[in-house]
């Protein structure tokens, strides 16, 4: 099993930047893909951006290509997601995963964190 936890969430204004880090602990030899989703009210989950696990690959949704940059430190066992020139409707609960084979978009996930809350001010 793999824990995750993400942290860095918080309230910004329009233009500024945050980065969020999400920690995974327990077995982590085994994660392959990681990807960060956001929930905002009322709304579907949604890929923001995932990474292959030795970080050659990645992508992203179209909403924040250009201003969102997702890495990977496996050494640290600590996924990042990089956000510049936010904007309102970026404001979501902010989750990151991870799955214990390589997935495509639209896969499965295995392991979810809790969630943090980003909120971008106009």
């Known amino acids: 099993q793999v824990q995750l936890v993400e942290s860095g969430g918080g309230l910004v204004q329009a233009g500024g930047s945050l980065r969020l880090s999400c920690a995974a602990s327990g077995r982590t030899v085994s994660i392959y893909t990681m990807g960060w989703f956001r929930q905002a009210p009322g709304k579907e989950r949604e890929l923001v951006a995932a990474i292959s696990r030795s970080g050659r690959n990645t992508d992203y949704a179209d909403s924040v290509k250009g201003r969102f940059t997702i890495s990977r430190d496996n050494a640290k066992n600590t996924l990042y997601l990089q956000m510049n020139s936010l904007k309102p409707e970026d404001t979501a609960v902010y989750y990151c995963?991870?799955?214990?084979?390589?997935?495509?978009?639209?896969?499965?996930?295995?392991?979810w964190g809790q969630g943090t809350q980003v909120t971008v001010s106009s």
């Open positions: 995963a991870a799955a214990l084979s390589p997935v495509r978009r639209g896969g499965e996930y295995d392991n």
